[in-house]
């Protein structure tokens, strides 16, 4: 029912998603997919067109949104209650049972979407959940959105978004340097894709 919401909604607002790269994709592994994150277009299209049983992990504050909220539950995506490191780690806990059952999980590193149109600086929840979890990540590039809804705009435009799947990489850092050497490979990555 997600993806078909996604799907319709980038139909009737006359948007339309190519993606390339599946192919690096096996269909029997869960991913960690990394994307950059431009507008609220971004959800519908990853949502909708990466072929994916997708969860989110998403801000236990979005949980309480009418009828959002309820939906997200039933579904099954992720709660992230960021008010202290024990409730953070039984949310990764909790991801790993989803995700080794065969879903894949979405996440913008960035936190929030840009203002600029140019990619953020990475936070490290969506690396350090795939170290514990031990999933491969995926990073994404998503070209067009911004220009479709610009953040903190409630008008948008028709157009194109293309979403280019670059290999899957497995993280094997040992500490927090080289965490963050492997975090700004995956967003070096995405950002060179960036049109």
């Not at 339309?16 to 950059?36: D, P, R």
Request: charge should be positive; charged fraction near 20%.
């Amino acid at each position: 029912m997600g993806r078909i919401w996604a799907q319709g909604t980038c139909l009737l607002s006359f948007v339309w998603v190519t993606v390339s790269g599946k192919e690096h994709l096996s269909k029997t592994q869960s991913y960690v997919f990394v994307a950059n994150h431009a507008s609220a277009y971004d959800i519908y299209s990853m949502y909708g067109f990466l072929g994916r049983d997708i969860r989110w992990m998403m801000k236990k504050e979005l949980m309480r949104t009418p009828f959002l909220g309820y939906a997200c539950k039933k579904v099954g995506h992720i709660s992230v209650d960021r008010s202290n490191a024990v409730k953070a780690a039984e949310t990764i806990e909790t991801a790993g049972k989803l995700l080794h059952e065969g879903a894949s999980v979405i996440f913008f590193p960035e936190g929030s979407r840009t203002r600029t149109g140019k990619i953020g600086t990475f936070k490290r929840g969506a690396f350090v959940t795939a170290q514990e979890i031990g999933l491969p990540v995926v990073p994404v590039t998503i070209n067009g959105s911004f220009d479709i809804m610009k953040p903190g705009n409630t008008t948008f435009y028709p157009g194109c978004i293309s979403l280019t799947i670059h290999p899957p990489l497995v993280l094997k850092s040992q500490n927090r340097e080289e965490l963050l050497e492997e975090m700004n490979k995956v967003r070096d990555i995405i950002d060179k894709g960036l049109k």
